[in-house]
């Protein structure tokens, strides 16, 4: 029997939460056994996502397929997430940015998480701290704003509805979002992704205003006690991100290398 590593299984499910986001937009997508690909296509120049999933015995024959890829989707840009760190793709124009980490939590309960939503809780410095599932549109649009200004996605501002997450996202099996609110405000989100054998995080993401008031780590909390506890939970950490996770029980399974190509000209 093959038992997939919880690094492997982390790969699977962010290539699933991409490939989701692709039939919610209309994008093309590629699957190969060992890696996926989404054409990202809301201006001509949007960067495609290719995500190695699994590790490769030689990385010169992965370079030429992804070479190829690009060149058939005429991709001025794009962002190769590398989990095994073995490719370089400085001949196809790109820089290798800062390694993160892919982490894993066990199942598990979540200290500190409310068993009922929304989730309450005082706001450092002040102030009411609510958190709950977005379950429609007009509630999954405040979450998107959220990403939008608070992860920050530059490429998407000034935010438009629908621009970077759109609605039927939510008619995804498995996907899910949450919204933290300070005092009624909103104040962050993160989105989840279950794929039947591990919960991935997505977007973290709190608005600068309110920052250093215990919002991302409410909002992951309450995602993580609600969206199938009984499952692993995967996400990348920012450096920003990783001493939360860390407290909330995440280890580190290796450090993906992201391979990016932003020509100046373009």
Not at 23 to 30: D, V
Not at 114 to 143: K, N, Q, Y
Not at 182 to 202: H, I, M, N
Request: glycine fraction near 10%; proline fraction near 8%; charged fraction near 25%.
């Amino acid at each position: 029997m093959n038992t997939l590593s919880r690094l492997e299984q982390a790969n699977d499910n962010a290539a699933a939460f991409w490939l989701a986001q692709a039939r919610a937009h209309g994008w093309r997508y590629r699957i190969r056994p060992d890696w996926t690909a989404v054409r990202c296509a809301r201006t001509p120049d949007d960067p495609p996502r290719l995500l190695v999933t699994r590790r490769y015995a030689e990385p010169k024959p992965l370079e030429a397929e992804l070479a190829e890829l690009i060149e058939e989707w005429e991709a001025v840009r794009f962002t190769v997430e590398d989990p095994y760190g073995g490719l370089d793709l400085t001949g196809l124009g790109a820089a290798r940015m800062p390694a993160m980490p892919v982490m894993t939590r066990e199942p598990g309960p979540v200290e500190g998480a409310s068993a009922a939503l929304p989730a309450r809780a005082e706001a450092r410095g002040g102030g009411v701290l609510t958190v709950d599932e977005a379950l429609d549109g007009d509630t999954f649009a405040l979450v998107e704003r959220a990403v939008v200004d608070g992860f920050p996605l530059p490429a998407r501002q000034p935010w438009t509805r629908g621009g970077a997450l759109p609605e039927n996202l939510l008619g995804e099996a498995g996907c899910r979002a949450w919204l933290g609110r300070v005092d009624a405000a909103v104040a962050g989100a993160c989105l989840t992704y279950d794929d039947g054998r591990v919960t991935g995080v997505y977007w973290v993401a709190t608005l600068p205003a309110h920052r250093g008031r215990g919002v991302a780590g409410a909002v992951l909390r309450t995602a993580l006690a609600h969206a199938h506890p009984d499952r692993p939970a995967s996400l990348v950490a920012t450096s920003l991100g990783e001493p939360l996770y860390r407290r909330l029980g995440f280890t580190e399974q290796a450090r993906t290398s992201w391979w990016i190509r932003t020509p100046a000209d373009s």
